[in-house]
């Protein structure tokens, strides 16, 4: 064999983690010492274990480029060499997949490759908030728009963005709909104040009722009339029937039965004569037949107050004063076309992301003055915007777009949108657009990045990545056995809200990512208090809690979010929550089980079932065929067995045995219990930055990753460790990244060359029988859980975005 062509097999051979020889290769062996001590005995020289032959495969040279792929992976991700065998250590991987990278995939770190981006729709949260930061309208977009598929772990991949018919007619309904709430086009109107969930202030009182108080400042005196809209029902278990009140300005206005079960709107509403000045509107909530300590209904109420009914006082709402902000049109025709046009331009021009062209904005123009009111055609113009492919994709132009050679960085304007979607999942600001328009944006990205994380706005992106990337998303329809629904479900938001602020206090004070796992607080309301068995938190806000070591809680491990979504519904799923750490921890890409493994439930020992799931798993793991992959995630799910299918904590199994949480990871460490296993995965900081750098890219760019991606990770990551772990330096040097600051031509395939295996394996929760049965179930749920997500994030409890979550389905093998 040629020196290249062993070199080649070497790195290969262990890439794919062959079975060992006796010889143990050095830290900075090169790739043949390597391949001969990990895996020559297994793939070289007529041993083809698994079907693979390294020599042929070698001997195929460039033509097997792709076929290298998994073999990259499966050593990247540590799942060969086998458990039981003499395996690399870190330097060494790390060395072998560079060599891959160069050798078979043919990647230049002196030229790197961007990638190619689809061009991307906007996701219906993308719409949502954009639509709302254009106009400063308070209209819930999201629950007109369906879900959105996912790709990667994430909603906002451009492959998977596509656009059916059903959703462009949605698309045209709503640019008419928006446009009809923002400009008045007959007339001046009376006085409205809108209130949303935000706007009110909730205290759950001790004998179970809760009053809900928003304050309105009425310009003037005289007969006001307010109403009050909220929705019941969805995937909540019924607490039973309540007595609802609404009194304004002291006055009862209305008193409603409901019930918490089923689907329904309520809605309560009355007039009464009120001096001007600030008055509260209260609703409140009583349990019938009495209240108890554990049985309370909160309402995420939408509302407003119009008035004086009785007066003469009319007035533009503030979104048609923001469109026309001139005042009303000159009689004069070429002064009011000329009027049209600023205003069309002003808008086009944020609505396209970059200045929508004189020639766009005459046609723009035209539709304006076809005829009818001036405000009337205006608004005929603003829905053509909204309608534009211009405004629902993001489009990056580059001077040769089907040129697959061609690299070139992206323009300002770009950049703009590629900052503003990432942190406010919206259009760029008026300061950003500026910065873009003089062609300065790129120098002053870090000052950009701060000033942007210090924004409102930017929770946004704290909940909608955290959502996705760690799945706090699935605790809102994780199945629940029925008895235990009364009990779980008042916690399912606050056990979301507990992961994602987790996530962002972490980053906002700039502490070490690895804190995530090792964190010694959390943040608790009473409830998740109470349920954890952690004493002293009182009230329903959501706080930092400092977490007494006899509370065996702290970090994400011991997060209700991902213990009851990572269960069964009426027992644990080691399998599950170890592949959670592996995937969303560890950044490892678990293969998929074999087609004809048995389930779980069906291991047998001496004939007999087993008596845990430690005897079962232990079963299972005597298939040769699961033994490899077992090996990896088992140990990791049986560490967190403590913790029932609730997130409670135990000392018992549910056969009455004592719970046994040691384990021996793949890696070697002895852990027992979360606490160890926490601290086990912070032992290895640059294995979980190079996951949440993964995760995060794939975030930022649209598109999964993969191999030529590589050197721009590890640059993210070592730029992440030398700036301590913190957000901020791993957030910079992902912005600062060749992929996120350039891009290449397309080739007009549908996937560019070199870059195959787009696609991950779908989630564990998604395999299996019972996940695919349960998968137009699931669909319908989203919608439902979706709405009271959102309500429940305007009602100040937390802020989030429209949950997407997979029930769990059967253990995976």
């Known amino acids: 064999m040629r020196p290249r062509a062993r070199r080649a097999a070497a790195i290969l051979a262990a890439l794919l983690g062959l079975a060992p020889s006796p010889v143990r290769a050095g830290e900075d062996a090169e790739p043949m010492a390597l391949f001969e001590a990990y895996c020559f005995d297994c793939h070289a020289n007529g041993a083809r274990k698994g079907g693979l032959a390294l020599d042929e495969l070698l001997g195929r040279g460039g033509d097997a480029g792709a076929e290298w792929g998994p073999v990259w992976k499966i050593v990247r991700h540590e799942f060969m060499p086998p458990a039981d065998a003499d395996r690399p250590t ?31 729709r906007l996701n219906r949260m993308e719409y949502h908030h954009t639509v709302r930061d254009l106009f400063g309208i308070d209209l819930d977009i999201a629950r007109e728009v369906p879900p959105d598929d996912t790709a990667f772990g994430f909603d906002n991949i451009g492959d998977a963005l596509t656009l059916s018919p059903a959703l462009l007619e949605t698309y045209l309904n709503l640019a008419e709909k928006v446009v009809a709430n923002v400009v ?74 409901v019930n918490d079960g089923g689907e329904k709107t309520y809605v309560l509403g009355g007039e009464v004569d009120l001096p001007a000045g600030k008055h509260a509107l209260t609703l409140t909530t009583t349990p019938k037949g009495g209240g108890d300590r554990g049985r309370s209904l909160t309402l995420f109420p939408r509302g407003s107050v119009v008035g004086p009914l009785d007066g003469d006082v009319f007035e533009y709402p503030e979104t048609h004063r923001r469109v026309f902000f001139d005042g009303p049109a000159p009689e004069d025709p070429a002064a009011r076309r000329a009027y049209a046009k600023a205003i069309l331009a002003r808008v086009a021009d944020r609505a396209f992301r970059r200045p929508a062209g004189e020639a766009t904005v005459d046609r723009l123009a035209d539709i304006a003055t076809e005829g009818g009111s ?40 770009a950049l703009a949108s590629r900052l503003s979607y990432l942190l406010w999942l919206s259009l760029p600001d008026e300061e950003l657009a500026r910065l873009a328009a003089e062609g300065k944006l790129r120098d002053d990205v870090p000052g950009q990045l701060r000033r942007m994380l210090a924004d409102p706005k930017s929770d946004r992106f704290f909940e909608d990545f955290a959502g996705q990337w760690l799945r706090t998303r699935n605790i809102l329809l994780a199945p629940i056995n029925q ?6 479900d008042p916690l399912r938001f606050p056990m979301k809200r507990e992961t994602e602020m987790l996530f962002e206090h972490v980053a906002r004070k700039g502490r070490d990512l690895v804190e995530l796992l090792t964190a010694d607080y959390s943040f608790l309301n009473q409830r998740l208090a109470e349920h954890y ?4 938190v009182r009230g329903d806000e959501m706080r930092l809690v400092k977490l007494p070591p006899e509370s065996r809680r702290g970090g994400l491990l011991t997060h209700g979010s991902l213990l009851i979504s990572t269960s069964n519904p009426g027992r644990t799923s080691p399998v599950k929550r170890g592949v959670f750490v592996l995937e969303n921890l560890l950044g490892k890409e678990v293969p998929p089980p074999p087609p004809d493994v048995g389930d ?30 077992h090996a990896h995630f088992d140990p990791v799910g049986l560490a967190m067995e403590n913790y029932d299918h609730l997130g409670r904590w135990r000392d018992k199994e549910r056969s009455g045995e004592p719970v046994d949480a040691t384990a021996t ?5 002895a852990v027992a219990g979360a606490t160890e296993l926490e601290k086990a995965l912070a032992a290895r900081p640059e294995v979980f930055y190079r996951c949440v750098a993964e995760k995060l890219l794939t975030y930022a760019l649209g598109r999964g990753l993969d191999p030529a991606d590589a050197p721009a990770v590890e640059t993210i990551v070592a730029k992440t460790a030398a700036g301590g772990g913190s957000f901020l330096a791993m957030l910079s040097a992902v912005v600062d990244s060749v992929p996120f600051r350039s891009r290449r031509g397309d080739s007009g395939e549908a996937v560019a060359a070199g870059r195959s295996d787009r696609f991950q394996p779908p989630p564990p929760e998604r395999r299996g029988a019972a996940g695919r049965s349960l998968a137009a179930a699931e669909r ?34």
């Open 90 to 120: 870190d330097a060494e991987r790390r060395e072998m997949a560079r060599w891959i990278e160069r050798e078979a995939f043919h990647i230049d770190e002196a030229r790197p490759d961007p990638g190619r981006v689809t061009i991307r």
């Open 184 to 257: 008045a086009t007959d007339g001046p109107r009376r006085p409205r104040f809108e209130l949303d969930p935000r706007r009110f202030r909730n205290s759950r009182l001790d004998d179970g009722r809760v009053e809900q108080v928003a304050q309105v400042e009425l310009k003037h005196a005289g007969r006001h009339r307010a109403e009050v809209q909220f929705r019941l029902g969805g995937f909540r278990a019924s607490t039973g029937d309540y007595d609802v009140a609404m009194d304004f300005g002291g006055t009862r206005l209305a008193e409603q039965a």
């Open 374 to 413: 001036f405000e009337a055609g205006v608004a005929r113009a603003i829905a053509a915007v909204l309608s534009s492919p211009r405004f629902f994709y993001r489009a990056e132009l580059q001077p040769n777009p089907d040129e697959p050679a061609e690299v070139r960085p992206l323009d300002d304007y």
């Open 483 to 488: 008895r235990d629904l009364g009990r779980i």
């Open 533 to 536: 068995g952690v004493e002293g």
């Open 600 to 629: 779980l439930d069906d291991a047998r020992v001496d004939g007999r079932r087993p008596r845990t799931l430690r005897e079962q798993l232990a079963a299972h793991r005597e298939q040769a065929s699961c033994a490899s992959c």
């Open 665 to 669: 990871l793949v890696t070697g460490e």
């Open 780 to 813: 319908r749920a989203k919608l439902e859980a979706e709405e009271r997500e959102r309500e429940a994030q305007q009602a100040g409890a937390g802020r989030s975005s429209a949950p997407e979550a997979a029930s769990p389905g059967e253990d995976r093998p």
